[in-house]
């Protein structure tokens, strides 16, 4: 895996790109430099990866078995290699980080945050996609789409497991009510609606109608949102 590491010192985040994203598309975007006030003062640290979308969940030429075994790898890089060596950088062996994307990056923001929230204690989600048998085309019984489906399993979080993520995490749901946001609109009240009725920590920040699927906007959400929560 390549990663793209940005800024000296602050809070670590990881972001996520959209869907079937390399690495350097966050920067190519434009969205480090809408950041760079927050990386180069010392706020924020940025670290870039790939995804494996067309790999994975994406991948229509493949099981839906291959394609859940292919993102539980990626679940596996994620918290066995990328959190160490996240945490090494940072001088401090369990500090807490942050996660953000965009489309189907919010997807794996969320689906971390809600999964593993005692290392991923905030998760910034622009224009997201939350539920995955919408993404894969069909409904599937296999236990990797449950449970990397928020919409399926995080109405279900109860007893020890929903304390776990209420104490430790907080999602910011964006999205806006302009071009190509669609069903994004849609799955993002449905996930705060969980949220809410499961009392986790969230915020629903619902855009207007000028607000596009498309990296302008996500560059103004994510200096809004990471300047409000982390300065």
Avoid at 35 to 45: C, E, F
Avoid at 198 to 224: F, L
Wanted: hydrophobic share 40%; charged share 20%; net charge negative.
């Amino acid at each position: 895996m390549d990663i793209l590491a940005f800024g000296h010192m602050g809070a670590p985040i990881i972001a996520f790109p959209s869907g079937g994203g390399k690495y350097f598309d966050f920067e190519g975007n434009g969205m480090i430099r809408a950041l760079t006030p927050l990386i180069d003062g010392g706020v924020i640290k940025v670290y870039c990866p790939p995804t494996v979308d067309k790999e994975s969940w994406l991948n229509k030429e493949a099981s839906i078995e291959w394609r859940g075994h292919v993102y539980n790898l990626y679940q596996h890089f994620f918290i066995n290699d990328l959190v160490p060596t996240i945490r090494q950088d940072c001088n401090s062996p369990d500090i807490r980080i942050g996660l953000m994307g965009c489309s189907l990056g919010a997807y794996h923001a969320a689906n971390f945050a809600l999964k593993y929230p005692h290392i991923f204690h905030y998760s910034l989600c622009m224009s997201g996609r939350y539920d995955l048998r919408g993404l894969i085309g069909f409904d599937s019984d296999s236990q990797d789409v449950y449970f990397n489906n928020p919409l399926a399993f995080a109405p279900n979080l109860d007893g020890g497991a929903l304390h776990h993520v209420r104490s430790n995490t907080h999602l910011a749901l964006v999205v806006g009510l302009g071009p190509w946001e669609g069903v994004c609109i849609t799955e993002t009240n449905a996930l705060a609606d969980i949220c809410a009725n499961k009392g986790i920590s969230h915020e629903r920040d619902i855009w207007g109608y000028d607000s596009e699927h498309d990296w302008p906007w996500w560059r103004k959400q994510v200096v809004y949102h990471l300047g409000k929560t982390f300065t």
